[in-house]
């Protein structure tokens, strides 16, 4: 079974009008698994607005473009 992590590095990573669906996917999945917790974990997460996926997105990208998102911030 996969970490809260793994899935939400997973759910950030796709689009977000994809979001919602794709998390109470996993969170089923999860759940069928026995694994109650890591379901209520899931479901919690919170679709990400535009900005803050393009950020993501430009992070995966380049990890030290961190600075300078904080500079812009």
Excluded: C
Aim: proline share 4%; aromatic share 4%; no cysteine.
């Amino acid at each position: 079974m996969a970490t809260l992590d793994e899935v939400a590095d997973d759910l950030y990573a796709g689009l977000p009008a994809d979001f919602v669906g794709r998390r109470d996917v996993a969170a089923k999945s999860a759940r069928t698994a026995g694994d109650r917790v890591l379901a209520k974990e899931i479901a919690a997460l919170r679709r990400p607005t535009v900005s803050a996926w393009l950020v993501n997105l430009l992070m995966r990208d380049d990890p030290d473009l961190g600075e300078q998102v904080m500079a812009l911030g």
